[in-house]
């Protein structure tokens, strides 16, 4: 009798890499994932999310690593300065199958709030969902005020930047945290 094997769809990734995007195929993924959450998700944008901040903006992903080697795209974030010492977060998108899962939403915050930190930011902003806003003060972000973004209710945040320590690193990697072990 032949041994049952999981399905490749019970593949669940272990081990991920959070890193600025140079290479053309990290680009591509940043931005294929921004654009399938915003405009085909949220509908906050028609076809295209991207603007005039991508000019001059850090992108940064999120991918899984299968045998050491990135994979997949499955989270994005972009940080700019508007102005000296200040900067901002925003597009922050992890892929639906990859939420609450491992981490990366928070894992992208940590990187792009410690390489703000490490450039000189003194403050980092951030406009939040009203869904999100939980999840930003758990992550030591605070509200300083409501409003509204292409519609919808956002809080302008920002982050305690004494709990992100600067740094310079373009790469950091995690592993998924523990899985409970199933009851059987
Ligand atoms: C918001 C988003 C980026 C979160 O990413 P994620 O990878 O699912 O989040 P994480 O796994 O890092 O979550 C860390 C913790 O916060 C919790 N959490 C996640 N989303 C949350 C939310 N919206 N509210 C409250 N808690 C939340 C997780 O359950 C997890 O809890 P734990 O520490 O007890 O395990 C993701 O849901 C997303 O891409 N949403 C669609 C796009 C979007 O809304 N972008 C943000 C615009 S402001």
């Not at 490749?8 to 959070?18: C, L, N, S, T």
């Not at 680009?27 to 399938?36: F, I, N, P, S």
């Not at 997949?72 to 700019?80: L, Q, S």
């Not at 940590?110 to 000189?120: E, I, S």
Request: charged share 25%; net charge positive; glycine share 6%.
């Amino acid at each position: 009798m032949l041994t049952e094997y999981p399905d490749h769809r019970d593949f669940i990734p272990m081990h991920y890499v959070v890193r600025l995007a140079r290479t053309p195929w990290e680009r591509a993924g940043h931005h294929a994932l921004r654009r399938a959450v915003f405009c085909e998700e949220q509908h906050v944008f028609e076809h295209d999310d991207r603007d005039a901040i991508d000019d001059h903006a850090l992108p940064i992903i999120a991918a899984y690593c299968t045998a050491g080697m990135p994979e997949r795209v499955v989270g994005a974030v972009r940080i700019h300065q508007p102005e000296p010492g200040i900067w901002r977060g925003s597009r922050l998108a992890v892929h639906p199958e990859h939420r609450k899962l491992s981490r990366i939403g928070a894992e992208l915050i940590r990187m792009a709030v410690c390489t703000a930190h490490g450039l000189g930011a003194r403050q980092f902003f951030a406009q939040v969902q009203e869904q999100n806003v939980l999840f930003f003060r758990r992550l030591h972000w605070r509200s300083i005020g409501e409003t509204t973004l292409h519609g919808l209710p956002h809080h302008e945040m920002e982050a305690n930047l004494v709990r992100y320590p600067a740094h310079g690193q373009s790469q950091t990697s995690f592993l998924r945290p523990q899985l409970q072990p199933r009851a059987v």
